[in-house]
């Protein structure tokens, strides 16, 4: 089983409606991020986590929102998707001042928005 | 805050070849640097890194190299491989110790 597992992996959904897209991660790590990636632009930090009561925004947080339910559990929702969030949706974990920091990336949730 | 970016959005090698990926990053207190290998349908994955107190630390045909005066860090890879076909990332991180991502350079490898 993957550490970070992210569903669903591929969402069609209508502009206007809301959308939940979910990560757990089996790593044990505290901290837990969501990025957004678009072709030519990277990876850009939506929202992050440093533990569970720890709730963060990111360079580009308008329109979404998220709930940390569990030290394991991270979601991201659109309220009211539109067309511009149509993108490649990737949750991360890390255990912070690591190593190597342990980043770890979940396998993607791409989303179009119609 | 940080910003990072790479210097060529795509870079073609023949199959055996070495290949540099440059990245420049902009914010000085940046203190760790990581580079990332994404394929396609997969999320990136953890190459190498190294903290800014170093100039250089090698892998396996991997080797980063930093050069804090000009703010400079590269990637290269030995014998570039097919497998090695990819979207590559670098990453800075400062104070708040969140990457920044670059934009990402495609590395591809022909046979």
Same mark, same amino acid.
């Given at each position: 089983?993957?550490?970070?597992?992210?569903?669903p992996?591929?969402?069609?959904t209508?502009?206007?409606?809301?959308?939940?897209?979910?990560? $757990?991660?089996?790593?044990g790590?505290?901290?837990?991020y969501?990025?957004?990636?678009?072709? @030519?632009? /990277?990876?850009?930090?939506? +929202?992050?986590?440093?533990?569970?009561?720890?709730i963060?925004?990111?360079?580009?947080?308008?329109?979404?929102?998220?709930?940390?339910?569990?030290?394991?559990k991270f979601?991201?929702?659109?309220? $009211?998707?539109?067309?511009?969030?149509?993108?490649?949706?990737?949750?991360?974990?890390?255990? @912070?001042? /690591?190593?190597?920091y342990? +980043?770890?990336?979940?396998?993607?949730?791409?989303?179009?928005?119609? | 805050?940080?910003?990072v970016?790479?210097?060529l959005?795509?870079?073609?090698?023949q199959?055996?070849?070495?290949?540099?990926?440059n990245?420049?990053?902009?914010n000085?207190?940046?203190?760790?640097?990581?580079?990332?290998?994404?394929?396609?349908?997969?999320?990136?994955?953890?190459?190498?890194?190294?903290?800014s107190?170093?100039?250089?630390?090698?892998?396996?045909?991997?080797?980063?190299?930093?050069?804090?005066?000009?703010?400079?860090?590269?990637?290269q890879?030995?014998?570039t491989q097919?497998?090695d076909?990819?979207?590559?990332?670098?990453?800075?991180?400062?104070?708040?110790?969140i990457?920044?991502?670059?934009?990402?350079?495609s590395?591809?490898?022909?046979?």
């Amino acid at each position: 089983d993957a550490d970070v597992t992210q569903t669903p992996r591929n969402r069609i959904t209508k502009t206007g409606k809301r959308i939940m897209l979910e990560c $757990s991660q089996t790593k044990g790590h505290d901290r837990m991020y969501w990025y957004r990636q678009d072709p @030519g632009l /990277g990876l850009r930090l939506i +929202y992050y986590s440093f533990d569970v009561k720890d709730i963060n925004k990111g360079e580009i947080s308008d329109g979404y929102s998220v709930s940390r339910q569990a030290q394991a559990k991270f979601s991201l929702s659109l309220e $009211s998707a539109i067309p511009n969030q149509t993108a490649l949706y990737f949750c991360a974990t890390s255990e @912070g001042f /690591g190593s190597n920091y342990g +980043y770890t990336f979940g396998s993607g949730t791409r989303l179009t928005v119609v | 805050g940080e910003s990072v970016g790479l210097h060529l959005p795509t870079l073609s090698v023949q199959e055996g070849d070495n290949s540099i990926i440059n990245c420049a990053y902009s914010n000085s207190a940046s203190d760790y640097f990581i580079w990332y290998k994404q394929e396609s349908g997969k999320g990136p994955q953890f190459i190498i890194d190294i903290r800014s107190n170093m100039d250089k630390r090698q892998g396996q045909r991997v080797t980063v190299l930093l050069n804090k005066t000009v703010k400079h860090l590269s990637l290269q890879i030995a014998a570039t491989q097919p497998g090695d076909s990819a979207v590559y990332f670098c990453a800075g991180l400062g104070g708040s110790y969140i990457p920044t991502f670059g934009r990402g350079t495609s590395l591809i490898v022909h046979p």
